[in-house]
T-cell receptor, first 109, second 116 residues
């Protein structure tokens, strides 16, 4: 069945460091791909999405490119801030949603 | 626009007791989802409704879990009787529809259940 595998955490970075959180997927069709973020004490929020191969999703300085050839959707940000501290979930949808296990990010000043 | 509402936010019960969670989706959203998120894991879909019909309940432990969405708006999820392994955050989400491919889900704040 479909599944999502993402980099385990926790990840701790200094402010202004470069962030990469790896995500790979397994799917039989052509799913849509997402990154969700969960800030402390809040519900999941959609961060960005890509609906077809080679699409790049972007939001709040975060980017991820739908790579069909490597079945990946890695999340990147060039310069993280303390306010980016949260848990990040990679997910796919082929009609049903499948979430990864989440990666906790802590950014220290 | 009001978001997805859930109540209660926290619940502590003893094993073998019953518990119910309530969710009110965003107005106009036809599709409603219940997820279980165990600590350290990603959300796992329990059940998906399209209006008041069940689209997918393949991962719902039907011997103890039940859910309904009688009027196609709000929904309740019930556990009876609860087990220790049911301790988790129960998330409700809604979307405009559920057509194949992408349909953005909006999540509620969740209900944190602790079973002692």
């Amino acid at each position: 069945g479909d599944s999502v595998t993402q980099m385990e955490g926790p990840v701790t970075l200094s402010e202004e460091a470069f962030l990469t959180i790896n995500c790979t997927y397994t799917a039989t069709g052509y799913p849509s791909l997402f990154w969700y973020v969960q800030y402390p004490g809040e519900g999941l929020q959609l961060l960005l999405k890509a609906t077809k191969a080679d699409d790049k999703g972007s939001n709040k300085g975060f980017e991820a490119t739908y790579r069909k050839e490597t079945t990946s959707f890695h999340l990147e940000k060039g310069s993280v801030q303390v306010s980016d501290s949260a848990v990040y979930f990679c997910a796919l949808s082929d009609g049903q949603f499948y979430f990864g296990t989440g990666t906790s990010l802590t950014v220290i000043p | 626009e009001a978001g997805v509402a859930q109540s209660p936010r926290y619940k502590i019960i003893e094993k073998r007791q019953s518990v119910a969670f309530w969710c009110n989706p965003i107005s106009g959203h036809a599709t409603l989802y219940w997820y279980q998120q165990i600590l350290g894991q990603g959300p796992k879909l329990l059940i998906q409704f399209q209006n008041n019909g069940v689209v997918d309940d393949s991962q719902l432990p039907k011997d103890r879990f039940s859910a309904e969405r009688l009027k196609g708006v709000d929904s309740t999820l019930k556990i009876q009787p609860a087990k220790l392994e049911d301790s988790a955050v129960y998330l409700c989400a809604s979307s405009l529809g559920s057509s194949w491919g992408y349909n953005e889900q909006f999540f509620g704040p969740g209900t944190r259940l602790t079973v002692l």
